[in-house]
T-cell receptor, first 117, second 109 residues
C-alpha cells in the first residue's frame, strides 16, 4: 500500500533556530502534498498545500515566510519552521496525494512532535 | 465559509454499537472521509463516501446524505482498542481535505 515517511518523529529545538521536517512518499508519486498542524486535543488544521515545481498555497493566517515549504521532487516535500518560538510547538503532519488515486489519494505521515524551548 | 461539526466526546460499552455524527457546510464537496487517530499518531483511513447511502466495511460503516450535509460513522461490536479520536473530513474542490474537530470515543468495559 501507499506509505508516507515523515522525519523526524520528534525534535526539540531552541527558540530562534530553524527546524526542517521531511515528508517522503515511498512507493508512489505525489504532485500534491499537504501540511497540517495539530494542537493537543484539537483537530488537524491545514497550513498549506505543497505542489511539486511551484509555490505552495498557504491557508489564511499562516505566515509563508515563517513556514517555508519546498516540493522539489514528486516524492519529497519539506517544511522548515524558521526562527521557531515556543508557540510553534505542535504536532505537524503531512499527507501526500497519490497521483494514481489509490487509497482515495490521501496517505498521512506519522507526524513530527516539535517542542521549542 | 466551512463548518464541520461533530460531538466532542462519546462513551460506549465494549460490545455495543455507537454512531458518531458529522454535519458539514463547505465550499464544494468531493467526498467525505472518516479517519481514526490515536493520541500522538497520524490519522488512519477508515472510509470514504461520495454518493448517498451506506458503505459497510467489517465492523465499521459510514453513511452519507449530501442533500442534508450529514454523515455518520457506525462502529459495531466495540472493542477497547476502538478508543480513539474519530475525524470527519470533507474533500473540497481543489483537493483540499478539511477536518472537523474530532470526536473522542471512550470504550469502557
Amino acid at each position: 500500500g501507499a506509505v508516507v515517511s515523515q522525519h523526524p518523529s520528534r525534535v526539540i529545538c531552541k527558540s530562534g533556530t530553524s527546524v526542517k521536517i521531511e515528508c517522503r512518499s515511498l512507493d508512489f508519486q505525489a504532485t500534491t502534498m499537504f501540511w497540517y498542524r495539530q494542537f493537543p486535543k484539537q483537530s488537524l488544521m491545514l497550513m498549506a498545500t505543497s505542489n511539486e515545481g511551484s509555490k505552495a498555497t498557504y491557508e489564511q493566517g499562516v505566515e509563508k515566510d515563517k513556514f517555508l515549504i519546498n516540493h522539489a521532487s514528486l516524492t519529497l516535500s519539506t517544511l522548515t519552521v524558521t526562527s521557531a518560538h515556543p508557540e510553534d510547538s505542535s504536532f505537524y503532519i503531512c499527507s501526500a496525494r497519490d497521483d494514481r488515486g489509490r487509497n482515495y489519494g490521501y496517505t498521512f505521515g506519522s507526524g513530527t512532535r516539535l517542542t521549542v524551548v | 465559509g466551512q463548518n464541520i461539526d461533530q460531538p466532542t466526546e462519546m462513551t460506549a460499552t465494549e460490545g455495543a454499537i455507537v454512531q458518531i455524527n458529522c454535519t458539514y457546510q463547505t465550499s464544494g464537496f468531493n467526498g467525505l472521509f472518516w479517519y481514526q487517530q490515536h493520541a500522538g499518531e497520524a490519522p488512519t483511513f477508515l472510509s470514504y463516501n461520495v454518493l448517498d447511502g451506506l458503505e459497510e466495511k467489517g465492523r465499521f460503516s459510514s453513511f452519507l446524505s449530501r442533500s442534508k450535509g450529514y454523515s455518520y460513522l457506525l462502529l459495531k461490536e466495540l472493542q477497547m482498542k476502538d478508543s480513539a479520536s474519530y475525524l470527519c473530513a470533507v474533500l473540497e474542490y481543489g483537493n483540499k481535505l478539511v477536518f472537523g474537530a474530532g470526536t473522542i470515543l471512550r470504550v469502557k468495559s
